[in-house]
């Protein structure tokens, strides 16, 4: 099985920051990558998919990056509305394994 | 506007049986691989089962392989999660989602996704 490892578990940080999520898998999985949004209460919400592709409706404040084993989710400039747990998954091969996930906490 | 809506959770005692539907509108649903994904309260997100559009391909997270039976009617527009043999680890929301993206049959991401029901085992 490939497992996906989220760095960090959490973080604080203020509004306007630059902030950046990364995620590893151990094994290469191309560019089957994909990040997920989830807010309290919430169902996750698809962010990125195939690593750097933004789903449709989704700021431009939100890119992603990386192939193979490394990748990263990049917020250039938090909103208040950014702070979420954010979550990267691979589909290379099943099982379809989710990263532990990154908490972004208001500093 | 693509919606699903999952219905049928609830308290089960440990050992019994519980079938989950979701219920798709908004896009064909016979040409979309489908998928359920759990989440434990407090914890992340773990893959549970995909199934394709012809319900002729299905994969199983080991946790709850032998167990749980994912399907679909097409003709009704909707998924199941039979889940039999349930233990308190399978506790959690329940999401459907729909597999986008078409180099493989079961998709490649998730999106959109339901709104989540509850199954909770326990005596």
């Known amino acids: 099985d490939i497992q996906m490892t989220q760095s960090p578990s959490s973080l604080s940080a203020s509004v306007g920051d630059r902030v950046t999520i990364t995620c590893r898998a151990s094994q290469s999985i191309s560019n089957h990558l994909n990040w997920y949004q989830q807010k309290a209460g919430r169902a996750p919400k698809l962010l990125i998919y195939l690593a750097a592709t933004l789903q449709s409706g989704v700021p431009s404040r939100f890119s992603g990056s990386g192939s193979g084993t490394g990748f990263s989710l990049t917020i250039s400039s938090l909103q208040r509305e950014d702070f979420a747990t954010y979550y990267c998954?691979?589909?290379?091969?099943?099982?379809?394994?989710f990263g532990g996930g990154t908490k972004v906490e208001i500093k | 506007e693509v919606q699903l809506v999952e219905s049928g959770g609830g308290l089960v005692r440990p050992g019994g049986s519980l079938r989950l539907s979701c219920a798709a509108s908004g896009f064909t649903f016979r040409d979309s691989a489908m998928t359920w994904v759990r989440q434990a309260p407090g914890e992340g997100l773990e893959w549970v089962s995909s199934l394709s559009g012809s319900g002729a391909s299905t994969l199983y997270a080991d946790s709850v392989k032998g167990r749980f039976t994912i399907s679909r009617d097409n003709s009704k527009n909707t998924l199941y999660l039979q889940m039999n043999s349930l233990r308190a680890e399978d506790t959690a929301i329940y999401y459907c989602?729909?597999?986008?993206?078409?180099?493989?049959?079961?998709?490649?991401?998730?999106?959109?996704w339901g709104q989540g029901t509850l199954v909770t085992v326990s005596s």
């Open positions: 989602a729909k597999s986008g993206g078409d180099t493989s049959w079961y998709g490649r991401w998730f999106d959109p």
């Open positions: 998954q691979q589909t290379y091969s099943g099982p379809l394994t």
